[in-house]
T-cell receptor
Framework: KNEVEQSPQNLTAQEGEFITINCSYS?????LHWLQQHPGGGIVSLFM???GKKKHGRLIATINIQEKHSSLHITASHPRDSAVYIC?????????????FGTGTRLKVLA | NAGVTQTPKFQVLKTGQSMTLQCAQD?????MSWYRQDPGMGLRLIHY???????DQGEVPNGYNVSRSTTEDFPLRLLSAAPSQTSVYFC????????????FGEGSRLTVL
């Protein structure tokens, strides 16, 4: 079993829909990242969370440390949101620098 | 401010050849790392560094060497390429203090024949 599991693996939505991508992890962490990988391959950081909730534009990320679970929400989805979304955890305490990545959720938003 | 720069973007090697993937960042980041991305798998850590002169192994270090002589540069060396090293490689950097975002290079697609 992978230490970082994402669901769903693939997701197709209509423009305007509310989207949720889930990430569960089985290790102790000091931080969790949500990343976006564009069809061209580049990876950009969306959020870094250690607790609670963060919002940036139409994107919202939450984390529940007790349940070892995080969600990424996209409100009013748009075709330009089509990408692979990757959850990554920084395992261990703040003195470690090893990241474990999920396999990603491939999102396609149709116009 | 160029961010994280990786070169080359594409490379084809023959088995047994050597090469170096270059990674440079201009953000004065202490943390630099190399990952490989293979189909159906998450990014896997090869090597990382938390400062000049300090490197450590990640999950899949075999067949790769790194060094960190300056804060800006973190090259990844393949001494004798094997077909199993065909992959897309990403360099990432970040600050080590507190919790900060990661910055990724654009990736290098390597094919070993």
């Amino acid at each position: 079993k992978n230490e970082v599991e994402q669901s769903p693996q693939n997701l197709t939505a209509q423009e305007g829909e509310f989207i949720t991508i889930n990430c569960s992890y089985s290790v102790g962490i000091s931080a969790l990242h949500w990343l976006q990988q564009h069809p061209g391959g580049g990876i950009v950081s969306l959020f870094m969370l250690s607790s609670g909730k963060k919002k940036h534009g139409r994107l919202i990320a939450t984390i529940n440390i007790q349940e070892k679970h995080s969600s990424l929400h996209i409100t009013a989805s748009h075709p330009r949101d089509s990408a692979v979304y990757i959850c990554a955890v920084r395992s261990g305490d703040s003195g470690t620098y090893k990241y474990i990545f999920g396999t990603g959720t491939r999102l396609k938003v149709l116009a | 401010n160029a961010g994280v720069t990786q070169t080359p973007k594409f490379q084809v090697l023959k088995t047994g050849q050597s090469m170096t993937l270059q990674c440079a960042q201009d953000m004065n980041h202490e943390y630099m790392s190399w990952y490989r991305q293979d189909p159906g798998m998450g990014l896997r850590l090869i090597h990382y560094s938390v400062g000049a002169g300090i490197t450590d192994q990640g999950e899949v270090p075999n067949g790769y060497n790194v060094s960190r002589s300056t804060t800006e540069d973190f090259p990844l060396r393949l001494l004798s390429a094997a077909p199993s090293q065909t992959s897309v490689y990403f360099c990432a950097s970040g600050l080590t203090l507190h919790y900060r975002e990661l910055f990724f290079g654009e990736g290098s697609r390597l094919t070993v024949l």
